[in-house]
């Protein structure tokens, strides 16, 4: 079955204290996204890699890091979380021959 | 700067009752279309596309227009069933690599 998987899907944590939110795709494809769903802002872009060891920043990469070292798997970095960092993430992978976008099941992300 | 929009941010209808939803879209230049829906808890899926060389298209119960000389985009629900209860994006881009853009959603509510 083609998917999207993240993990973990609910985590809590305190200011400052590094944490990791993995995301691998079985659909090899080369476009993959993260983003992040906050109430009255809809879905915004955090980074995206058009490929292996290909990354650029979206719309609000600050405070974020990615890597891409294999097709499959795009982990979201949080070196230091702080509050407004609470949000629900969602990574998303794409087939660039269709333009079809696949979203995994969201990671909800508490920073207290 | 350019952006995706929604004319209405909640929607109430009558199971049965056919669903409108509409976005309006800035960028004259997105070429790409899509309409997502999100459930409760779970990430964005992928309902139906549409190209700019068209104005229309149909899918199982749902039907894409698209009036470019106006830049608006409706998602019709013909039916509409308790399932169909989500929030409804849209999202466009300009062929290729470039990021989506999602608008910040329109929640429908359907009324049994």
């Known amino acids: 079955e083609a998917q999207v998987t993240q993990n973990p899907r609910y985590l809590i944590t305190v200011t400052g204290k590094k944490l990791t939110v993995t995301c691998s795709q079985n659909m090899n494809h080369e476009y993959m996204s993260w983003y992040r769903q906050d109430p009255g802002l809809g879905l915004r872009q955090i980074y995206y890699?058009?490929?292996?060891?290909?990354?650029d920043k979206g719309d609000v990469p600050e405070g974020y890091k990615v890597s891409r070292k294999e097709k499959r798997n795009f982990p979201l970095i949080l070196e230091s979380p702080s509050p407004n960092q609470t949000s629900l993430y969602f990574c998303a992978s794409r087939d660039t021959n269709t333009d079809t976008q696949y979203f995994g099941p969201g990671t909800r992300l508490t920073v207290l | 700067g350019e952006s995706v929009g929604l004319h209405l941010p909640t929607l109430s209808v009558q199971e049965g009752d056919n669903s409108i939803i509409n976005c309006a879209y800035s960028?004259?230049?997105?070429?790409?279309f899509i309409w997502y829906k999100q459930e409760s808890g779970k990430g964005p899926q992928f309902i139906i596309d549409?190209?700019?060389?068209?104005d229309k298209r149909q899918g199982q119960r749902v039907t894409v227009l698209l009036n470019k000389t106006v830049k608006h985009l409706s998602l019709q629900i013909a039916a509409t069933q308790p399932g169909d209860s989500a929030v409804y994006f849209c999202a466009e881009n300009i062929r290729g690599n470039t990021p989506l853009v999602f608008g910040k959603g329109t929640r429908l509510s359907v009324i049994a």
């Open positions: 960028n004259s230049a997105s070429d790409y």
């Open positions: 549409i190209r700019s060389n068209m």
């Open positions: 890699s058009m490929n292996v060891e290909v990354t």
